[in-house]
């Protein structure tokens, strides 16, 4: 037997099958359907012309889209089909009254038949309460029209299979709703599915009857009485645990010889504690070593080996930095650098985790000496003025760098990139076979997707060239060209919506005219400014990393003002929109409800907003610009990893890419934000009025 994994027809009315092996030409073959597949989707299909029917009888919306799963092979799964309504949001009321109109229907085993349109019936049919869509024009489609009816419910246009009668669906069953971008998404199961489901269902009932030692009503009790013998276990493994870790600490802290440097004061001892510790057993151990030798700096490591270990594989490992404050502050961050990590703490104690330390292990033998040598200069200095200059010195040389404005030049021209990718995954969207369908009969409301020629071919290029410093000022030029392209026709109806209607622009139309900022700074550092002077004729680009120390003439002036003054628009903006939701839920912080039906929060709502507000004012203005340009762009970067993680699994590729949008342009506004503080703004600022004041 040869298994068939699909079957398509052409144009020309030729049927091809895929087979899950070859078949030799010519050979005969015998064709069979597999009846409990087919029946399965008749059932869930059926379903769906009787669900979406209801939905428009009961809430008056249309169905956008619907999609079929496989049928689960483990018993118990029941793979849902999927309801796209035209329509917000569903409340729990009216999910019952679909529900129970569609069993109520199946009860009444209403007839479902067929129906081949022409010119006799047609007429009455266009007629007909209980059709839903249009018919094709007779001029557009050969042949028949075929129609599905389930009487007196519903008339649609379907060329899939279908069951007699209601009767055989058995059972409809509500099984979820979600939102999706400005829809409502209806989960159901019908017939054998709703069967299944129930089956796998007592069958995990007995299985936990048999577990718990107990029958179903007395779940809650028994529980209950677990989670307390947990507890109590977890009070004395904590007990334990801090036994153990307390003698770990005193053995450590006596195998450590103390001594000091003309350099650095204290003791550095360098240990492995174990492979199953974690973060929290490494600050147990470090306590009571400190407690014996307070003055000790300590690494300890844990979960993995170390890269010189022959004990055990490398695995997920986590470390720990502790002693005194002060050297905590200075060593850790050195530390988590050295492993291409983020690590964070309290003072005297910082800790981190890694995915291997022997995957860093080669990297952090690369900058370890440094980090030392860093550590003990610091450490050296006479007084806490000079220690704190040459901690700031460290900062500049660092932020300065090559590798942190190569950073900032990727991070604005990722936005670009995006864009074109977002097309891309827009025109793949439409060429689906769904979308194709509906195109033809809905030409107006959906326009044909044109292929991103452009955008791959020029716009990528560019961006990328400019990422690298290639010939800026024209791929400076042309992603100019990109963004307006892409935003000129959302930021002008959403003014329009303003100036008519008064309603507000969302937040990703102020975010793209602040990415325009960004462009605006882009051209105006690439652009030869003839008031310069410069001996080669050319300026030292915003994205070429060279840091220009000469005051930019007026032209140049005012357009980085234009720039930055549309990158306060966003802070102003979105930091106004969140104090108005924080008045609006009785100045609570944090929204009580979640989104999307899957339990994650509103990326829009967040309280990083509010500290971009506050930093607005003086970056508007141009005082204090390079700390500020610094904390605007830690905010954005912040906002960006933990209120637009695109990389999860969203319901949808739509709002996947809106929050992928999102997090690309908060990095992209934040990378032109360390260019800005790193080239300056120009002559309109506070800080340069000052400057020639004082002079």
């Given at each position: 037997m040869v298994e068939i994994l699909d079957v398509q027809r052409s144009d020309d009315g030729t049927v091809t099958h895929f087979t899950a092996v070859p078949v030799p030409e010519g050979a005969s073959v015998r064709v069979a359907v597999d009846w409990d597949r087919r029946y399965d989707h008749m059932q869930q299909h059926t379903g769906q012309h009787l669900v979406s029917a209801v939905c428009d009888e009961v809430l008056g919306a249309d169905t956008v889209s619907w999609e079929l799963h496989a049928r689960a092979a483990s018993q118990g799964g029941s793979n849902d089909v999927m309801v796209d309504l035209a329509t917000p949001s569903v409340n729990p009321e009216q999910m019952q009254a679909i529900e129970q109109r569609c069993n109520s229907v199946i009860r009444e085993a209403h007839a479902v038949r067929q129906i081949l349109v022409d010119d006799s019936n047609r007429k009455g049919l266009l007629a007909s309460r209980l059709l839903r869509g249009n018919l094709p024009s007779p001029d557009r489609v050969k042949g028949a029209v075929r129609l599905i009816e389930i009487e007196g419910v519903d008339v649609n246009s379907c060329g899939g299979t279908h069951l007699l009668s209601t009767a055989e669906l058995q059972v409809i069953k509500l099984v979820g709703l979600e939102k999706t971008k400005g829809m409502a998404r209806l989960h159901f199961v019908a017939g054998d599915r709703v069967i299944s489901a129930l089956s796998g269902f007592l069958t995990l009932e007995a299985?936990?009857?048999?577990?718990?030692?107990?029958?179903?009503?007395?779940?809650?009790?028994?529980?209950?009485?677990?989670?307390?013998?947990?507890?109590?276990?977890?009070?004395?493994?904590?007990?334990?645990?801090?036994?153990?870790?307390?003698?770990?600490?005193?053995?450590?802290?006596?195998?450590?010889?103390?001594?000091?440097?003309?350099?650095?004061?204290?003791?550095?001892?360098?240990?492995?504690?174990?492979?199953?510790?974690?973060?929290?057993?490494?600050?147990?151990?470090?306590?009571?070593?400190?407690?014996?030798?307070?003055?000790?700096?300590?690494?300890?490591?844990?979960?993995?080996?170390?890269?010189?270990?022959?004990?055990?594989?490398?695995?997920?490992?986590?470390?720990?930095?502790?002693?005194?404050?002060?050297?905590?502050?200075?060593?850790?961050?050195?530390?988590?650098?050295?492993?291409?990590?983020?690590?964070?703490g309290r003072p005297g104690l910082y800790q981190g985790k890694t995915a291997s330390l022997e995957k860093a292990g080669k990297q952090m033998g690369q900058n370890i000496a440094h980090a030392k040598i860093a550590v003990h200069d610091v450490a050296s200095s006479k007084d806490a003025r000079e220690a704190g200059a040459k901690v700031w010195t460290l900062w500049k040389n660092a932020e300065g760098g090559a590798f942190v404005l190569a950073m900032a030049r990727i991070l604005v021209c990722?936005?670009?990139?995006?864009?074109?990718?977002?097309?891309?995954?827009?025109?793949?969207?439409?060429?689906?076979?769904?979308?194709?369908?509906?195109?033809?009969?809905?030409?107006?409301?959906?326009?044909?997707?044109?292929?991103?020629?452009?955008?791959?071919?020029?716009?990528?290029?560019?961006?990328?060239?400019?990422?690298?410093?290639?010939?800026?000022?024209?791929?400076?030029?042309?992603?100019?060209?990109?963004?307006?392209?892409?935003?000129?026709?959302?930021?002008?109806?959403?003014?329009?919506?303003?100036?008519?209607?008064?309603?507000?622009?969302?937040?990703?139309?102020?975010?793209?005219?602040?990415?325009?900022?960004?462009?605006?700074?882009?051209?105006?550092?690439?652009?030869?400014?003839?008031?310069?002077?410069?001996?080669?004729?050319?300026?030292?680009?915003?994205?070429?990393?060279?840091?220009?120390?000469?005051?930019?003439?007026?032209?140049?002036?005012?357009?980085?003002?234009?720039?930055?003054?549309?990158?306060?628009?966003?802070?102003?903006?979105?930091?106004?929109?969140q104090i108005h939701r924080v008045i609006m839920r009785d100045w609570a912080l944090w929204s009580k409800f979640e989104n999307d039906g899957v339990w994650r929060k509103d990326g829009h709502d967040n309280n990083w907003l509010l500290l971009e507000f506050a930093l607005s004012l003086p970056f508007a203005v141009g005082y204090k610009l390079p700390l500020v340009s610094r904390l605007l762009a830690l905010t954005l970067s912040l906002e960006a990893f933990t209120c637009w993680p695109f990389w999860v699994d969203w319901p949808s590729w739509q709002y996947s890419a809106h929050v992928r949008l999102h997090f690309v342009t908060n990095l992209g506004v934040a990378g032109g934000l360390i260019l800005l503080q790193n080239f300056g703004a120009g002559r309109y600022t506070v800080d340069q009025l000052m400057k020639k004041k004082a002079t």
């Open positions: 299985s936990l009857n048999k577990a718990l030692g107990c029958g179903t009503a007395d779940w809650p009790k028994m529980v209950g009485k677990i989670q307390t013998e947990r507890k109590d276990l977890a009070k004395k493994g904590k007990l334990l645990t801090e036994e153990v870790a307390t003698a770990a600490g005193a053995q450590l802290a006596g195998s450590v010889s103390e001594g000091t440097s003309d350099r650095f004061s204290g003791v550095v001892g360098l240990v492995h504690c174990r492979d199953d510790a974690d973060a929290s057993f490494l600050g147990l151990v470090a306590n009571a070593a400190l407690k014996t030798n307070p003055a000790a700096l300590l690494l300890l490591t844990g979960g993995a080996p170390l890269p010189s270990s022959k004990s055990a594989k490398p695995g997920p490992a986590v470390f720990v930095v502790a002693g005194p404050p002060d050297a905590v502050k200075r060593a850790g961050p050195k530390v988590a650098e050295a492993l291409g990590v983020k690590g964070g990722l936005y670009f990139i995006n864009l074109v990718v977002e097309d891309y995954e827009q025109w793949n969207f439409m060429q689906s076979p769904e979308m194709v369908e509906r195109r033809k009969f809905y030409p107006h409301r959906i326009p044909a997707s044109r292929f991103p020629y452009l955008g791959l071919f020029v716009f990528i290029p560019a961006a990328v060239l400019a990422a690298v410093g290639v010939q800026v000022p024209i791929t400076a030029t042309i992603m100019t060209l990109d963004m307006i392209y892409n935003s000129s026709s959302l930021i002008w109806s959403q003014l329009l919506m303003l100036v008519r209607y008064g309603q507000r622009p969302n937040e990703l139309t102020v975010k793209k005219l602040a990415m325009l900022g960004c462009v605006a700074l882009v051209l105006a550092h690439s652009v030869k400014d003839i008031r310069e002077k410069l001996q080669n004729n050319t300026y030292a680009g915003l994205l070429l990393g060279g840091n220009v120390k000469k005051e930019p003439g007026v032209r140049k002036s005012l357009v980085l003002l234009f720039g930055r003054l549309l990158m306060t628009l966003l802070f102003l903006y979105v930091g106004w929109v």
